[in-house]
């Protein structure tokens, strides 16, 4: 079982940027490739990026690519999101997610473990 425990929200200007973490209890963080999604009440979740267990492959959605950056460090069993040129509509509660499958996925059923979510609020 893992758990998944994340910070680094707030609140930013449009424009700004954020770094989000999120770490991982257990010792087969490697065995889980990682998920960020994001959601707004009275919305479903939405994916926002994905990584490989390795971390040799990432995928995003289309609203954040080029602006949001995945990576992680499985020494210290945590990934990240960097979020830069934040906008109004980037304010969300984030979310990490670990799945058992290789590459992980943009459904949030294909991931078996969630974290509690951390606030972010982009204003104008």
């Known amino acids: 079982q893992v758990q998944l425990v994340e910070s680094g929200g707030g609140l930013v200007q449009a424009g700004g940027s954020l770094r989000l973490s999120c770490a991982a209890s257990g010792r087969t963080f490697s065995r889980y490739a990682m998920g960020w999604f994001r959601q707004v009440p009275g919305k479903e979740r939405e994916f926002v990026a994905v990584i490989s267990r390795s971390g040799d492959n990432s995928n995003y959605a289309d609203s954040v690519k080029g602006r949001f950056t995945i990576s992680r460090d499985n020494a210290k069993n945590a990934v990240y999101l960097q979020m830069n040129s934040l906008k109004p509509e980037d304010t969300a509660v984030y979310y990490c997610?670990?799945?058992?499958?290789?590459?992980?996925?943009?459904?949030?059923?294909?991931?078996?473990?969630w974290g509690q979510g951390t606030q972010v609020t982009v204003s104008s």
């Open positions: 997610a670990a799945s058992l499958t290789l590459y992980g996925g943009r459904n949030p059923y294909e991931y078996d473990y």
